[in-house]
């Protein structure tokens, strides 16, 4: 009966501390994308200079990242992330 008692409780302990890493792997996950959505626009912005042979983007249907998608450089809009005419990137919600 003892020994019952203390596999239940080192299971316990385990599964704590699966939970607890679980966690830690989840939010270097989130920060990880974000900084990868950063990179992305940065990069498309580049190819638009290089593309386009211009220094400033000029805005489609009120959006920088509009004009990307039009010039097929990005697929969809950043929700963390913000492009400006000059290609700079700025945040808009906290990663």
């Known amino acids: 009966m003892i020994e019952l008692l203390i596999v239940i409780v080192i299971l316990g302990v385990l599964a704590t501390v699966v939970v607890f890493s679980v966690a830690g792997i989840t939010d270097n996950g989130q920060e990880s994308a974000c900084d990868a959505d950063r990179r992305v626009l940065a990069t498309a912005a580049e190819a ?39 290609g700079s990137v700025v945040a808009v919600t906290p990663c």
């Open 48 to 86: 638009y200079f290089a593309n386009y042979t211009t220094d400033m983007i000029t805005a489609t249907d009120g959006s920088i990242e509009n004009t990307l998608i039009a010039a097929q450089l990005l697929r969809s809009d950043s929700a963390y992330w913000d492009l400006q005419a000059d």
